[in-house]
């Protein structure tokens, strides 16, 4: 028996992936490595394929024996989404439509999917828990909000069970150095500022100034990547044992804004970080804060980096070892 992991060359996929495997699983790794690294699956079984490739995904499951999915085959960029609209309905809905036929005709009927936060769009308040309303601002929270969807009607056609993952803000590496967070091109707030110590840009954009929070940047709920990972594995295992389809919301529950993860980083690594204040950037909430009290009472899943400093610190170690990525 296997798990497929799709996306599992990508940023939060390699880490559960290394999760997964220190566990003792048979991962196969499913990645068209269109955003994803082959470097980031280690040395783990990889099968090269698109989610649109419906033969191959049988095919894979078939010849694995693969009896749970982890999905996180997804293009993830918000602002891209608005551009391209079509882009993200036909690869991640479209795909994970394929993914979830393909489970049907092998008979698998368990999967962790990898939602978001972007599926509360502006929420009435915070900290947001499972029973927010959820409406996305973007196309990419629409996307991930449709297939939310999708997996209550399949469990209800088909029994195939499913636990929605909602991430706040992924960040921070693998321990071991060997993996960490890498995207072409790069988006995220602390990537972005590692650049700017490194040399390759000349400093960050703040964007926006004028947010109702008290230093008037938004304020985000940053994870640790392992701390995501290990929240894949504690839902398979819930639904190995026989756990209903459920969503469950994950961060800290600590907000910390633009100004102050600035400020982290320049004491992490006791530089000085060049930044210029610009306008907001679209679409951006003011603040986005996790309730994961569900998730903590209900699988007993608790972050082991739960301080800023500590996630900014495993960022840094990643960045400054492989300043270009992977
Ligand atoms: N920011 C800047 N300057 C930058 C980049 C980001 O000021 O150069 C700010 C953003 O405005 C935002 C914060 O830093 O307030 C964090 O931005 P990120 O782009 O790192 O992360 P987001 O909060 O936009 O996005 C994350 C995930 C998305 C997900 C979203 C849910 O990366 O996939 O949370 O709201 F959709």
């Known amino acids: ?132 309303p959820q409406h996305p601002a973007s196309v990419y929270g629409t996307t991930k909000l449709m297939i939310e969807k999708i997996l209550r009607d399949y469990d209800a056609a088909y029994g195939i069970r499913s636990v929605a993952l909602r991430y706040f803000n992924a960040a921070g590496a693998d321990e071991s150095g060997l993996i960490g967070e890498a995207h072409n091109p790069e988006t995220h707030l602390i990537p972005l500022i590692m650049q700017v110590l ?35 594995i504690l839902s398979l295992n819930a639904l190995r044992d026989g756990m209903a389809s459920t969503a469950y919301n994950l961060g800290n529950g ?15 690594t006791g530089r000085k970080v060049a930044t210029v204040e610009g306008p907001r950037r679209s679409g951006d909430p003011a603040v986005l804060i996790a309730s994961s009290e569900k998730i903590m009472r209900e699988l007993n899943w608790k972050p082991k980096f739960n301080e800023l400093e500590q996630i900014i610190a495993s960022a840094w170690r990643w960045h400054e070892s492989h300043p270009y990525g992977y």
């Open 254 to 268: 600590n907000g910390f804004s633009v100004r102050e993860v600035i400020g982290m980083v320049e004491k992490v």
């Open 198 to 232: 490194l040399g390759r840009r000349e400093h960050i954009s703040i964007y926006g100034t004028d947010y109702p929070t008290p230093d008037g940047t938004c304020v985000r709920d940053y994870i640790h990547v392992t701390d995501l990972a290990t929240a894949h």
């Open 1 to 132: 028996m296997s798990i497929l992991v799709t996306g599992g060359a990508g940023y939060i996929g390699s880490h559960t992936v290394k999760e997964l495997r220190a566990r003792g699983e048979q991962v196969i790794i499913y990645d068209d490595l269109s955003t994803g690294f082959y470097q980031a699956a280690q040395d783990c079984m990889l099968v090269v394929g698109s989610l649109h490739h419906y033969d191959k995904l049988v095919e894979t499951m078939r010849a694995f024996d693969v009896d749970s999915v982890v999905h996180f085959a997804a293009y993830s960029q918000v602002g891209e989404s608005m551009n391209d609209p079509g882009k993200y309905y036909y690869n991640n809905v479209a795909g994970t439509i394929k993914l979830l036929n393909a489970m049907k005709e092998n008979n698998v009927k368990r999967i962790v999917f990898s939602s978001t936060a972007a599926t509360f769009g502006e929420p009435d308040s915070v900290p947001i828990s499972e029973e927010t």
